[in-house]
Each structure stands twice: as C-alpha cells, then as structure tokens.
C-alpha cells in the first residue's frame, strides 16, 4: 500500500496512477502538452476514469521526473524548458553514463552486443527524428545495462526521458538521417570489451549534445 498526504492508495490505485504517469509523461515528450501549460486534475481523472487521488499521485511522479512542478495559483504544470535546464542534463549525462559504460562493458554477453550492434544499425536507418531518438535511447541505455548499478540505471533512464522531450521540443524540424561515427566506435570499443576507450568516446559524444 501507497500513502499520500496520510491517506492510502490500494495497489489497484498506485498501478494505474503508474499507467497514467507513464501515459502522460510519454505525452509531454511527444509535445502534446507544452511547456507551462496546466495539468488539469479534473479532466485527467475524467479521462482515464480514476479518482483524483490517483492522478494527483501521477502528477507528483511526473514532477520528481523534472516534467511538471507546482505552480502558485495554477495547480500543477509542465516544467518550464530553458538552456540552463539543457545544460544541466548534458552535465549529468557527461558525469554518469561513461561511469555506468565503463563498469558495463566487461560483464555485456555476446547476445547484449548483438543486441546493442542491431539498435545502432536501426539507429542509423531511421527516417524520422522520433524513430532515431527512439533508438537512440534503446542504444545508450543498452551499453550499460551490465553495470550492475540499478539506482544508477534508473538514473540515467530518467535523464533520458527528460533529454529526448529537449530535443524532440529543438531539433525535430532540422533534423536529418545521419550515420552516427560516436556509436560505432563506442560500438567497436565493446566489442574489444575495451572499458576505457568507451568511455572515453562517451565522454566525447555527450560533449556534443546541445
């Protein structure tokens, strides 16, 4: 059982307020909901036929996700998108996921590389910017899914999230189909289960994100 505010939720409640978090958040990523614009509670519950509870447990969610935050006299809203918050994900990034690759690499089977070499090759055939950043993510989480570190992995999943929402909001008008040199040699480096040199390329391609 869940508690909220001293109340309780059943599992029943905390596993749809789980569906809808995930629901909504993959609905501000998508740029259906814009940035400072209102959560409304009401019409969430209405909309999914749950009570407000519920979807106040979601909205909760979404704000220690960085997507929404609480604002006076508005209620609950989609997080404010600025260069300084770019900025802080890129840091992040730079900081956690070459120490999750590096820890990774040696414990990665041959099917997990087989795996990691397929999304790099759906990545570079991707013809949309939602299908490549979508295989993007599939492809960073899938380099350090051996590290053995699952606050760590959860981590770096949410900054994921929240770093796709940046760019789908940035860059999907410009961008282009293009091979990408950093996932290959990243790639390569793995499959000499050379720990170092990938995280050095990591260090490298996470440089670059703007």
């Keep these: 059982m869940g508690k909220i505010d001293g109340g309780q939720m059943s599992d029943q409640q905390i596993k749809k307020s789980d569906d809808i978090t995930q629901k909504l958040s993959a609905r501000i990523v998508r ?20 009570s407000q509870v519920t979807v106040r ?22 997080a404010p998108m600025d260069q300084d918050a770019v900025e802080e994900l890129r840091v992040m990034r ?17 099917n997990q590389i087989a795996e990691i070499k397929q999304i790099h090759e759906e990545c570079n055939a991707a013809e949309t910017s939602e299908d490549w950043e979508e295989a993007n993510q599939r492809f960073h989480m899938a380099v350090i899914a051996a590290c053995q570190m699952p606050r760590l992995i959860a981590e770096i999943s949410n ?19 293009r ?3 950093d996932h290959a040699a990243i ?10 040199r990938a995280r050095t390329v990591m260090q490298r391609h996470l440089a670059r994100l703007s």
């Design 31 to 50: 740029g259906e909901f814009q940035p400072g614009e209102k959560l409304p509670q009401d019409l969430i519950a209405c909309e999914f036929g749950v």
């Design 159 to 177: 900054l994921q999230l929240l770093y796709t929402w940046h760019f789908n909001k940035r860059h999907t008008a410009k961008w282009r189909r």
């Design 57 to 78: 447990e979601a909205l909760l969610r979404l704000a220690s996700q960085g997507l929404a935050v609480s604002l006076p006299r508005r209620g609950m809203c989609v």
């Design 187 to 196: 790639l390569a480096a793995i499959k000499d289960r050379d720990a170092v």
């Design 94 to 110: 730079s900081a956690l996921e070459p120490a999750a690759l590096q820890r990774s690499v040696p414990n990665l089977t041959s």
């Design 179 to 181: 091979d990408d040199p």
